[in-house]
């Protein structure tokens, strides 16, 4: 038995000759965050496209706790524990945004929803948005909901697609906050691709470069950033 909770192995998505993902294989231990990096068009989209099973694979595997999940679709991976979010196209506008969280919750089949949906809003703040509609929330308060969404069941792999685009730097700052806390309080693991530098580098566990649709590196965020290859490709050489 593996101790990842997830673990890609030699995943590559070829769409005809363009190498999108080619061998990219990465892990994630319970509660610990991956930041994944890269330049526009690396691949970092399509790797979780991947991993969720939006995609179909070309070659390689996806486990999830010691589970091949490779042949299974994004609804029942999902339902495993597999989570992604999906920046807004989940919510609602006009419903109130506990009931929302609680449908998406009693949608995954958990027992509780009530309860789930209670914890979720609780751990993300929302709690005195409760019964505000969607719609009436600021922009950084719906990629909150957008977050709730994807944290209905308890989830033990969240991926995040640039979760802090648009965001202003104390939204941003606040939402790296929670995602620190859902490491330690709920376990979670966590792939983040992110632009943003100071926050992949300021919350991450371990950092991952890519570079058309390869790692070209991987490991402790001070040793990536100190890395030749990663300064010249991505970070430029004053970074
Ligand atoms: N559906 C698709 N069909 C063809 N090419 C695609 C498709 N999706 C992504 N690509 C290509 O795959 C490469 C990786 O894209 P993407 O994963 O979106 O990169 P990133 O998220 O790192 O910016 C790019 O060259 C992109 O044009
Ligand atoms: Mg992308």
Do not use: C
């Not at 999906?86 to 945004?97: D, E």
């Not at 998406?104 to 309860?115: E, I, L």
């Amino acid at each position: 038995m593996s101790n990842y909770v997830l673990e890609a192995n030699d995943v590559a998505i070829h769409y005809g000759g363009v190498k999108a993902v080619d061998g990219v294989s990465l892990t994630l231990e319970r509660g610990q965050i991956r930041g994944l990096i890269g330049p526009n068009g690396a691949g970092k989209s399509t790797v979780i496209d991947a991993i969720t099973g939006r995609t179909r694979l070309t070659r390689g595997t996806v486990h999830l706790a010691g589970h091949d999940v490779t042949a299974l679709g994004a609804t029942q991976r999902r339902m495993r524990g597999l989570s992604r979010s999906f920046q807004r196209t989940s919510i609602f506008g006009q419903m109130a945004v506990r009931q929302q969280v609680e449908l998406a919750s009693h949608k995954m089949g958990v027992a509780d929803s009530q309860a789930d949906a209670d914890a979720v809003l609780q751990e993300l703040d929302l709690m005195p948005l409760a019964d505000a509609t969607a719609e009436d929330l600021g922009y950084g308060q719906q990629r909150r909901l957008d977050l709730a969404l994807a944290l209905v069941g308890r989830p033990q792999v969240l991926l995040l697609d640039e979760p802090m685009a648009g965001l202003s730097v104390q939204e941003s700052h606040d939402l790296a906050k929670h995602l620190k806390a859902l490491t330690s309080r709920w376990d979670v693991a966590v792939l983040l691709v992110e632009h943003d530098m100071d926050v992949v580098f300021g919350i991450s566990d371990v950092v991952t470069v890519f570079e058309l649709g390869r790692v070209i590196a991987s490991g402790a965020p001070a040793s990536v950033r100190a890395d030749p290859r990663v300064r010249e490709a991505y970070l430029g050489s004053t970074a």
